[in-house]
């Protein structure tokens, strides 16, 4: 079946230190996203990919980025992940035609 | 500014009933409206979409009503069982051409239906 696949679903990252979540899928959509989603919150859009042109959110902060090697890839890096960047991030990818699809998220925890 | 505006925040229905939110936008220029459905721990799921040229769309025990004069939609669960229990987001499209579509949320309605 064709899906958005999340990697890994469990992350957990001490404050400050590096962490990269990744993202594949097997739609082929030219639009890849990354939300975050915080406890009884609606996903929150930190940035998108329309291709390969990166689009970010003018509030989205600058310890988040993203990489988009190829189609099927993206990857969202935490610089130096703070306490209140604990939150499920869910990846999305669209296309002109499509609705949103979503992976199951990685749920990230800051010690 | 929210886009869009949901409402219940909860919802609480006996099993077999009725169950129904509501979500409100102001942007004509929104083209989709879809509803998703997230359970806990997992990503939200599409559960049913519309454009804003229908009135109604129905799937299953599922149903959007959409009111375009009046910027209005809402879904419908009916028969409401306890395996619906879950959050539901509304959604609005904003297609872009040139960056891609940007989607826009409800803050979410957390259902609890009641065996």
């Known amino acids: 079946d064709a899906m958005v696949i999340q990697n890994p679903r469990y992350q957990v990252t001490q404050f400050g230190k590096p962490v990269t979540l990744s993202c594949s899928q097997t739609?082929?959509?030219?639009?890849m996203y990354w939300y975050q989603q915080k406890s009884s919150q609606a996903p929150k859009l930190l940035f998108h990919y329309y291709d390969k042109d990166f689009n970010n959110e003018a509030d989205t902060p600058d310890n988040f980025q993203s990489r988009r090697p190829n189609t099927s890839f993206c990857f969202l890096d935490i610089r130096s992940p703070g306490l209140g960047d604990a939150a499920m991030y869910l990846c999305?990818?669209?296309?002109?035609?499509?609705?949103?699809?979503f992976g199951n998220g990685t749920r990230l925890t800051v010690t | 500014q929210q886009q869009v505006k949901q409402s219940p925040q909860s919802l609480i229905v006996q099993k077999g009933g009725i169950s129904i939110i509501n979500c409100a936008y102001e942007?004509?220029?929104?083209?989709?409206f879809p509803w998703y459905q997230q359970f806990p721990g997992k990503g939200p799921a599409l559960l049913i979409a519309i454009r804003p040229d229908v009135s109604e769309k129905k799937e299953g025990r599922f149903t959007i009503s959409f009111n375009k004069s009046a910027k209005q939609f809402s879904l419908h669960i009916m028969d409401s069982q306890p395996g619906d229990s879950a959050t539901y987001f509304c959604a609005a499209r904003l297609g872009f051409r040139d960056t891609g579509n940007q989607f826009y949320f409800g803050t979410g309605t957390s259902l609890t239906v009641i065996p």
């Open positions: 942007n004509t220029a929104f083209d989709y």
């Open positions: 999305a990818t669209s296309s002109s035609i499509s609705p949103l699809h």
């Open positions: 739609l082929n959509h030219n639009v």
